[in-house]
């Protein structure tokens, strides 16, 4: 069975910084391409930024040069460092991963973060 647990949201003013945890457990040989994910009430979760197995990443337009996503692949863990937060940046925030050899995808089940003066 995979688990997915994201942890580290919170509550931070504007401008201030967050960085995001994902550790992925179970018994799986590898990861393809990891990525973060952000959903607020009444709209469609968008994607925040992915990283494949390779490395490569990729970011939404908004956050761009704000946030680095990064993996450790011994720990199976991803993380979203998140400076210069906005208001906007409001969101619960998934973690989303897919399993190497089925390529089954999974979620965890969030973590909010909330960025208000």
């Known amino acids: 069975q995979v688990q997915v647990v994201e942890s580290g949201g919170g509550s931070v003013q504007p401008g201030g910084s967050l960085r995001l945890s994902c550790v992925v457990s179970?018994?799986?040989?590898?990861?393809?391409?990891m990525g973060w994910y952000r959903q607020v009430p009444g709209k469609k979760r968008e994607l925040v930024a992915d990283?494949?197995?390779?490395?490569?990443?990729n970011y939404a337009d908004y956050v761009k040069g704000r946030f680095t996503i990064s993996r450790d692949v011994k720990k199976r863990t991803l993380y979203l460092q998140m400076d210069t937060l906005k208001s906007e940046d409001t969101a619960i925030y998934y973690c989303?991963?897919?399993?190497?050899?089925?390529?089954?995808?999974?979620w965890g089940q969030g973590t909010q973060v909330t960025v208000s003066s």
């Open positions: 989303n991963i897919e399993v190497r050899q089925t390529r089954a995808t999974y």
């Open positions: 179970g018994d799986i040989f590898g990861l393809n391409v």
């Open positions: 990283i494949t197995s390779g490395g490569r990443t």
